[in-house]
């Protein structure tokens, strides 16, 4: 069973949640409309199911309403930036127009942002470069709970880590990957668990390292306490990517890795390092522009195997979902709904 809500009636409920657990209005505002445009683009991993989770990190004191970004280091082309623990959906897009600006300025920015609560669906910032013509790279570490095994291990190491690359294409949308390192996005299980359903085999381990296709094993606690763990995507490679978005989201931005066997509280910590390219000011913009369309068109032009209809490139379901559920509504579980009425009521509103 689930509910159909329209977009704009599920912004304004979650706003008014946010407000009530102590945002201002403008950044309540900010953080509804980037959890709603997650599910609007069919990730509902990353969309208004992290309310609840956003409540009680705001309780416990792990994050922080209404902080701003902090520059620690500005070198020009070097930012080193911290987020205080506020709403990663404002933080992010503060880092990411100081980035740009300098982007635009220099022709590349290196930005390092540190401690910043959960971002959110990173694609959003690829497509806020994108939007102005830049390149950008994005790598993510997560601090929450060690819920992704290493390749050849058999517990939680580290978080889902997510890689995002945003490249601008002249007269046409965007290419953006967005991606979680481990098979499946974290938030896809949460999503899976309250609607009672199985997943595919090979995306999970038990909390004895066995297979399983249970998602409630990396969502709740065992009958042991522990938990299972997400696989990484791509056996080795997907594992090695992980831990390049740990090392350079994590350790060099000065946010801090993964090396604890727990954590006690419900807040989501994210550093992201972000690279930004200007390809005018790099100087190729002309033949990148003709190339990467010569490109793309050469990618369409494969006939579809069986099972599909056409050849796609990132970006291109997100669009095409965020049509299709602007028109029909937002479908929202029942047991995820009750989450978010109950963390309403933690802050004395009534859903």
């Known amino acids: 069973m689930q509910k159909i809500i329209p ?3 599920l912004r304004t409920q979650c706003a008014s949640v946010l407000v009530a657990a102590g945002s201002s209005a403008e950044e309540a505002d900010k953080v509804a409309a980037n959890l709603v445009m997650a599910n609007l683009s069919g990730h509902d991993s990353h969309g208004v199911g992290m309310l609840p989770r956003y409540v009680d990190a705001v309780l416990e004191g792990g994050l922080t309403p209404n902080a701003s970004v902090q520059t620690v280091l500005d070198a020009g082309a070097l930012l080193s930036l911290n987020g205080q623990r506020g709403y990663g959906q404002v933080i992010g897009e503060q880092a990411m127009a100081l980035g740009m600006a300098r982007a635009k300025l ?5 930005m390092a942002l540190a401690e910043s ?3 959110g669906r990173i694609g959003h910032f690829a497509e ?3 939007a102005q ?3 950008s790279l994005h790598f993510v570490n997560v601090k929450s709970r060690a819920v992704v095994a290493p390749w050849g291990g058999s517990d939680g190491r580290f978080g889902t880590n997510p890689c995002c690359i945003g490249i601008p294409l002249k007269d046409e949308p965007p290419f953006v990957l967005d991606f979680a390192t481990s098979r499946v996005a974290q938030g896809k299980m949460r999503v899976a668990h309250n609607q009672g359903k199985a997943v595919a085999p090979g995306l999970l381990m038990d909390e004895h390292g066995e297979p399983t296709t249970d998602p409630g094993v990396v969502v709740v606690p065992q009958a042991n306490g522990f938990f299972g763990a997400l696989m990484p995507f791509g056996e080795h490679k997907g594992y090695g990517l992980a831990v390049a978005c740990e090392l350079l989201g994590g350790a060099l931005t000065g946010g801090g890795t993964w090396h604890s066997p727990s954590v006690e509280g419900r807040a ?12 005018a000011r790099l100087g190729t913009q002309a033949p990148f ?3 990467a369309s010569a490109f793309v068109d050469w990618l ?3 006939p579809p195997a069986d099972g599909f209809e056409n050849v796609q490139i990132a970006g291109e379901p997100e669009r095409a979902m965020r049509l299709q559920r602007a028109q029909d509504g937002i479908a929202v579980d029942l047991q995820t709904w009750q989450e978010i009425v109950e963390a309403a009521g933690k802050v004395g509103l009534d859903l």
């Open 268 to 279: 989501i910590i994210n550093s992201m390092l972000t690279v930004l390219i200007d390809p």
């Open 117 to 119: 609560h959960h971002l």
């Open 7 to 9: 977009a704009q009636v």
């Open 289 to 291: 522009d003709t190339e």
């Open 300 to 302: 369409r032009q494969s």
């Open 106 to 110: 220099h022709g590349s920015c290196i």
């Open 128 to 130: 806020m470069a994108v």
């Open 133 to 135: 013509g830049l390149v």
